[in-house]
């Protein structure tokens, strides 16, 4: 991202024949899940597997069971299409006579839309509370709320939030037929953008209880604190937001109100930036409607696609990441700013110390979900 | 956790709503194996309801069931959908197409194929822009339904309607996850006690040691291990024998403590206690 460099390439995923350009993880091909929990193999699951492995994840959890017990982390993760590729694929292997899935088709640790926290529970060895929440393009926004209210509830002291999602034909075929596939990289905000890039990812987050976080040692000046959860519903279209961006709207001034902070205190803004014709009008007069046109915001979907059931996640660890890098992305893809979206719309990378950041994830169904991050210090002096 | 059952919704093979099912629930009528009806719901324009699935079609009439129940405005609760899978039709529809050269993919199955179809009508039929979340967690997606359920009307103070709903699916899916029934339930609760309450809920997990309830009739019992959403049904009968006349009628009322199979080891004991 500090680089400007974009992770979309022309669509060269399995036999699919669209013009298009994808976002796909290399190499999961010859990844498969540990032997153990072989039951669970399948791409979603070898995506959330290598996810689990990057940064030192799976130590800070294990330092974290710890401190807490198994039983007191909870998981919950978003997916939209969970490990539905096996099953496409399977359909295209029924036994010729009785119409049957080939023998090795298994339900539960793939297609099954709570496979994906099935697993990640098993991988780290925990025995909390856990779902999937599956709310399309907001599933892994969502789940934030749904561990800080676990954690407020006393079910849990921390929770792994996150989503994995990875291509599928659905997924590719089904945009592609509401003509919301792009045949370039996808160009957020630009008076020419044609549609998505669709990609796959898997993002975790430790989330713990601020009480607990500080006292701890981990209670340095860059810690990133989930401040505030809004959520709302469109009550518009299932597969068109509304066209004033008023759902949005809605989860923008919800989750501001839930950190206790007005328009002005937010320095950035992720958005969701799909680069579809609707949801950047409609993102836009939310955000403009709600913060003017002075505040820096960006869409990080030209450089990794849009990561459906991962893209809540993915935006909130960029939007932690930018809080402590003091660092705003300018939107990749993008040449000509459509004059009638009114937002401040970054082009270009730009450092500056930020204390709090919005990050919107939009989905079908009318699904809105904004996270507020910010510097833990900085909330401790308010 | 403590939350207040304010409406129930119901709709299942021979459960034709909150009002017939409770005699069959408590036992005080037998229990008639029937082809599930849903009663036709005028909450979607019919264009709109025609392209709807079966699952959709389940939770909005239980859900409006439960809110009529309890007398609440459907455009002020948020909404919890839980189930263990989507549509299973619509997604059959799907892979056939998609496993045939020409791969086409009609918008409107695309659009159905989200885990929140039923979640957007939802919204879309009621008007309610409040938040609406759809999880799943397998076998277990009731209980996981209303454990968030219970900690969104704590942490807000609002009430909010449960759907719980799954949809038995077509061959060659249903040899691979045979859910053995279609089955919808909803339940207002509210964090606090009010003159709509019908029953107290104490929720809280643990460690398992107990087998999960069971309920007595057979049909019942074999749909309820069959079918997610129907796990729901030991805490159902017990909302129907407190609410039933004869119990009201009693001086004292033993509270009923449910026992739900939950995931990683862990089980959910429900505490049902009269208002």
Redesign the interface.
Known sequence: MLKGRSGLQRCDFLDV?LDTYVGRVSGLEDLPVRADLAAYDCRNNRLAQLGLAQDNFTEAVAAARQRYGR?RIGVFLGT?TSG?LD??LA??H?DPK????PES????GS????SV??FV?RVLD???????????CSSSA?VF??AA??I??G?CDAAIVGGVDSLC??TL??????GLVSSRPCRPFDTERDGISIGEAAGFVLLEKTSALMNSPLAVPDAVMLLGVG?????????SPHPEG??AR?AIQ?ALQAAGLTPGDIDYINLHGTGTKANDAAEDKAVFNTFGGNTPCSSTKGATGHLLGAAGVTEAIISALCIQHGFMPGGLNTEHIDPTLKSAYLLKNKQQTLNFVLSNSL?????NCSLVFGRMLKRAER | MKVFVEGVGIVGPGLNGWQASQPVLTGAAPYIDASVVIPPGDLLPPAERRRTGLPVKVSLAVGLEAIVNAQRNAAELPAIFASSAGDGENMHCIFEMLANNGREVSPTRFHNSVHNAPSGYWSIATKSMEPSTSLACYDESFVAGLIEAATQTLASGNAVVLIAYDATYPLPLHAARPISATFGVALVLAGKKTNRSLAELEIGISRKSNASTSVANAELEAMRIGTPAARSLPLLAALATLTSEKTQTQDKIIPDRIYFDYIAGNQLDVVVRPC
């Open positions: 024949d039983e939209s539905i099953t496409e359909y295209r029924r009785t119409g049957a899935l088709f298994n339900y539960a297609h099954s839309c709570y926290a099935d529970q925990l025995a909390g509370p856990a779902m999937v929440v599956s709310t399309a969502k709320g749904s209210r676990m407020q509830a079910l034909l659905t075929y089904g945009f592609n037929s509401l959520e709302s519903s469109d009550a518009y279209h299932m597969s008023a759902g809605l919800a989905g079908f169904g009318g699904s």
